[in-house]
Nanobody, 121 residues
């Protein structure tokens, strides 16, 4: 299973970016897909997950109302639309595939390489 995250970049505070996570070797419809992030010097933290059917989503409190996770089964891709970005959102964003609905890093078996998001003031 391979996951490739892309779409990061530099954006001003208040701007938007959309991250994509393309999966190969595994259907995104066969389990949970999550987004995590890791800022420099900090631990990796949960951002959002989407269920295998796409009907259930869950967000961390610090992105709720600003970020939206979605998926396109035909493209085998999960997205993270990020709006109203803040400097504290600066981090490397990772997508991951797991077998259960979870916020925990250890519940995800496969990880993408990460995509850097930098939000300037």
């Amino acid at each position: 299973v391979q996951l490739q995250a892309y779409g990061g970049g530099l954006v001003q505070a208040g701007g938007s970016l959309r991250l994509s996570c393309a999966a190969s070797g595994r259907s995104i419809g066969s389990g949970t897909t999550g987004w995590f992030r890791q800022a420099s010097g900090k631990e990796r933290e949960f951002v959002a997950w989407i269920s295998w059917g796409g009907l259930t989503t869950y967000y961390s409190n610090f992105v709720k109302g600003r970020f939206t996770i979605s998926k396109d089964d035909a493209k085998n891709t999960v997205y993270l639309q990020m709006n109203s970005l803040k400097p504290e959102d600066t981090a490397v964003y990772y997508c991951a595939a797991g077998r259960r609905y979870s916020n925990a890093v250890n519940d995800y078996d496969f990880w993408g390489q990460g995509s850097l998001v930098t939000v300037s003031r």
